[in-house]
C-alpha cells in the first residue's frame, strides 16, 4: 500500500540555519503530497502542498518540489527562525486510497537562538 | 476551507468509562475522517465517517471499540469505549473540503484524553 517515509529527528538547528527535511513516498498511483506542520500544544495545519509532479509548493518561506523521478517531497527552508520549532508531518493522499491521508512518522525541529 | 471545532478538548477519564467526542465543521464537506495520535507519534486513521451509513473501520481499530456517527455533512461524533490507560492519545477529526480533489485535509484542534 501507499507509505511515507521521512527523516527521523529531532533535527536540532540554531537560528538563521538552513533546513532540510527529507520525505520519500511509496504510492501506486499519481498522489497529491502535503506538509503539515504541528506547533506545540495545536493541531495539524497544512503548511504546503503539491499535486502534480513538478510542482513547488511554498508558504512562509518553506519549499518543497514534487519529485516523480525520486519519489521525493523534501522540505526546505533558507534561513530557519525559533518560531519555527514544530512537528513537521509528510503526508499523501491518492485517489487509490481513497483520499485517505497518509502520514510520515514526523520529525521534530527544534531551533535555538 | 474549513474550520473543524472538536470538543471536549481534553479529558481525564477513568478505566472502562467511554467518551464520546464531538467534531462540527463550519460548512458541508464530503469527506470525514477520525485520526489517533499517541504520545510522540505519527497520526493514524482510525475510520472513515460516512454520512447515513456505517463508518469504514482501518486495519486495528473495530466499531464496538470506536463507534462513530456522521448523522449529516457538518457532525460527527467518535465515542471511544471501555477506556484503557492504553487509549490515552490525542484523537483528531478531520474534513476534506466540498469540491476538492487534492485531499487535503482540515483539521480540528484535538482531543487529547488522558485515562488512568
Known amino acids: 500500500g501507499d507509505s511515507v517515509t521521512q527523516m527521523e529527528g529531532p533535527v536540532t538547528l540554531s537560528e538563521e540555519a538552513c533546513l532540510t527535511i527529507?520525505?520519500?513516498?511509496?504510492?501506486?498511483?499519481?498522489?497529491?503530497l502535503f506538509w503539515y506542520v504541528q506547533y506545540p500544544g495545536e493541531g495539524l495545519q497544512l503548511l504546503l502542498k503539491?499535486?502534480?509532479?513538478?510542482d513547488k509548493g511554498s508558504n512562509k518561506g518553506f519549499e518543497a518540489t514534487y519529485r516523480k523521478e525520486t519519489t521525493s517531497f523534501h522540505l526546505e527552508k533558507g534561513s530557519v527562525q525559533v518560531s519555527d520549532s514544530a512537528v513537521y508531518f509528510c503526508?499523501?493522499?491518492?485517489?487509490?486510497?481513497?483520499?485517505?491521508?497518509?502520514f510520515g512518522s514526523g520529525t521534530r525541529l527544534l531551533v535555538r537562538p | 476551507s474549513a474550520v473543524i471545532s472538536q470538543k471536549p478538548s481534553r479529558d481525564i477519564c477513568q478505566r472502562g468509562t467511554s467518551l464520546t467526542i464531538q467534531c462540527q465543521v463550519d460548512?458541508?464537506?464530503?469527506?470525514m475522517f477520525w485520526y489517533r495520535q499517541q504520545p510522540g507519534q505519527s497520526l493514524t486513521l482510525i475510520a472513515t465517517?460516512?454520512?447515513?451509513?456505517?463508518?469504514?473501520?482501518e486495519s486495528g481499530f473495530v466499531i464496538d471499540k470506536f463507534p462513530i456517527s456522521r448523522p449529516n455533512l457538518t457532525f460527527s461524533t467518535l465515542t471511544v469505549s471501555n477506556m484503557s490507560p492504553e487509549d490515552s492519545s490525542i484523537y483528531l477529526c478531520?474534513?476534506?473540503?466540498?469540491?476538492?480533489?487534492?485531499?487535503?485535509?482540515?483539521f480540528g484542534e484535538g482531543s487529547r484524553l488522558t485515562v488512568l
Open positions: 478531520s474534513a476534506q473540503g466540498a469540491g476538492d480533489d487534492t485531499g487535503e485535509l482540515f
Open positions: 527529507n520525505c520519500t513516498y511509496t504510492a501506486t498511483g499519481y498522489p497529491s
Open positions: 503539491a499535486t502534480k509532479a513538478d
Open positions: 503526508a499523501l493522499s491518492s485517489m487509490d486510497s481513497s483520499y485517505k491521508l497518509i
Open positions: 460548512s458541508q464537506v464530503t469527506m
Open positions: 465517517a460516512n454520512q447515513g451509513s456505517e463508518a469504514t473501520y
